[in-house]
Every structure is written in structure tokens, then in C-alpha cells.
Nanobody, 115 residues
Framework: QVQLVESGGGLVQAGGSLRLSCAASGSIFSINAMGWYRQAPGKQRELVATATSYGSTNYADSVKGRFTISRDNAKNTVDLQMNILKPEDTAVYYC?????????WGQGTQVTVSS
């Protein structure tokens, strides 16, 4: 089994910053990618940022220049530094892990940005 534990969500004013962290444990072999997704009320879950084991990263257009994803392959952790937060960033953020063709999800952490 694979477990993902997230931390770091909360309430912040627009323009502020938050850092999300995710630690993976369990039967972890050959991780392809780790990343973050989010789901706002009434909307579908969407990609925020991903990082492969080879170091390449991918960001949603809406967060480019404001969010930074970082991975520690040795520790199986992935962080998301979120700066210049906007009210539209409000959502539940989920850590994601891909091993082979299987995807694993964390329980989610709430991020609320007030205007």
C-alpha cells in the first residue's frame, strides 16, 4: 500500500503565501511523478503542478510564475510553494503519486484565500 500525508493548508489573505508538503510511504518503487492537483467547489479536479523523477516540471498556466514545485527523491516528498495567492486559488489541494500506471492520492488539504 501507498500512503500520502499532506500538510500546510490554511487560510491566507490575497497576496500571501503558503507551502504545502506531502510525504509518501509504503510500497513505493519506481515513482514516475509526484505532484499536486486541486478541486474547487463545483469544479473538476485540475492539475496544479507535477515533477517527474528526472527533474522535469509542469505547471498549470494559472499558477506559472507564482507556484513552485520541489521534490526530494530520496525522501519521497514533494512540496508546493504558493506565492501571490489569489481568491481563485481557493480549493482542496491533493497530493498525487504515479507509480507505473497506478495513481495514488492524498486525503486533501484545504487552501482558502480571502480577498
Amino acid at each position: 500500500q501507498v500512503q500520502l500525508v499532506e500538510s500546510g493548508g490554511g487560510l491566507v489573505q490575497a497576496g500571501g503565501s503558503l507551502r504545502l508538503s506531502c510525504a509518501a510511504s509504503g510500497s513505493i518503487f519506481s515513482i514516475n511523478a509526484m505532484g499536486w492537483y486541486r478541486q474547487a467547489p463545483g469544479k473538476q479536479r485540475e492539475l496544479v503542478a507535477t515533477a517527474t523523477s528526472y527533474g522535469s516540471t509542469n505547471y498549470a498556466d494559472s499558477v506559472k510564475g507564482r507556484f513552485t514545485i520541489s521534490r526530494d527523491n530520496a525522501k519521497n516528498t514533494v512540496d508546493l510553494q504558493m506565492n501571490i495567492l489569489k481568491p481563485e486559488d481557493t480549493a482542496v489541494y491533493y497530493c498525487a503519486l504515479q507509480i507505473g500506471s497506478s495513481n495514488y492520492w492524498g486525503q486533501g488539504t484545504q487552501v482558502t484565500v480571502s480577498s
